[in-house]
């Protein structure tokens, strides 16, 4: 591999006025060769201050190897805005970020050292910290935002370590499931050849989820995913603050998640669902299957009693079913993991 290979960034930002310069500066400040990093952006149609920030920037003119800014009239949403954005790309890595985002100034350096190893690695997943505007102005902690997707047989789904305290309980270098999809690092090579149905994003999702399905399907498809504590970010996460401990603590949180739109909490309902009909090997379900269906009827009578107005998502959710069970046949043809090379991330 070349000592330093070109690198495209990039961001999909939708209304973020308040995170936008953080970003900026963070990418700025990085001790990967500026001449080598091509720097696209994709603005989903802001109506706040967004666009206007960017531009006093004048990018056009700083040391990057390419700019490229993009401004679309409607929003396509965080991943279909990734996939609009390989129109532009030529880096033989993506980072594909989102805007709340601030990267440690090794950042790129660190995970193309790491890429280079070893060809087959697709994904790397940083250590991601959370971090708080306090007075207008980022507070970096060390509480892990998340390392990584973790899966269990009763197919939840959580973010490694979200809420530690790093003590180094993260610190060492190892595959995982699935990247979440804060900043997730891509082999272009890998990201391109997830497309199905003609989409490497599933479009249907618009939002929420599919960051699950693509690091899934890159599993299937035969590319590792890595976690990389020595890369390193911060994340200022909107909507899910605290962490769900125990289905007790599920409850008490009914107050917080109430904070979260109802748009969002469909979404997650609908699309997680849609994953796993897409991407789960039927001889892995039915091994799991008490699980599934205790964790999916509590999760039924959690809606019913709480959040009622997911539901108004099922009729959506079984009017795309016949589209995503043709997704599913296309995938599982593609596929060259077994179920038992999935089965040893399940929990």
């Not at 991407?279 to 299957?289: A, G, P, T, Y």
């Not at 079984?318 to 069970?325: E, I, T």
């Amino acid at each position: 591999m070349m000592s330093n290979p070109p690198v495209t960034i990039n961001l999909v930002v939708l209304n973020g006025e308040k995170y936008i310069r953080y970003f900026l500066d963070s990418l700025k400040k990085q001790t990967y060769p500026h001449d080598k990093i091509q720097f696209n952006i994709l603005d989903n149609g802001s109506i706040d201050n967004t666009v206007s920030i960017i531009e006093s920037y004048k990018l056009q003119a700083t040391s990057y190897k390419q700019v490229n800014f993009v401004k679309n009239k409607i929003n396509l949403g965080m991943w279909p805005g990734q996939e609009e954005l390989l129109k532009y790309t030529d880096g033989q890595y993506i980072i594909a970020s989102a805007v709340d985002i601030i990267l440690d100034k090794d950042f790129i350096r660190n995970s193309i050292e790491i890429m280079g190893k070893e060809t087959k690695i697709g994904a790397i997943q940083a250590k991601i910290y959370k971090y708080d505007l306090v007075n207008n102005e980022p507070e970096l902690t060390n509480i892990i935002d998340t390392t990584g997707f973790k899966i269990f047989r009763s197919r939840r789904i959580i973010n490694i370590g979200h809420g530690e305290e790093d003590n180094g309980q993260y610190d060492k270098l190892e595959e995982i499931f699935a990247v979440e999809g804060a900043v997730p690092i891509f082999r272009t090579e890998a990201f391109k050849s997830l497309k199905v149905s003609g989409e490497i994003t599933d479009h249907d999702y618009f939002w929420y989820g599919d960051d699950l399905d693509l690091a899934w399907r890159m599993q299937l498809f035969g590319w590792k995913q890595v976690f990389a504590p020595d890369v390193i970010a911060w994340h200022d996460r909107q909507t899910t603050k605290s962490v769900k401990k125990s289905w007790s603590d599920y409850i008490t949180r009914v107050p917080v998640r109430k904070q979260i739109p109802i748009q969002k909490r469909r979404l997650d309902w609908r699309n997680t669902r849609w994953t796993l009909i897409k991407n789960d090997h039927i001889i892995n379900i039915l091994k799991d299957l008490p699980w599934i269906v205790l964790r999916e009827t509590a999760v039924l009578g959690y809606t019913i009693l709480f959040e009622p107005g997911v539901l108004k998502e099922i009729p959506k959710f079984f009017k795309h079913l016949p589209a995503m069970l043709r997704k599913r046949k296309e995938i599982m043809k593609r596929a060259v993991a077994n179920p038992k090379d999935i089965r040893k991330w399940i929990n």
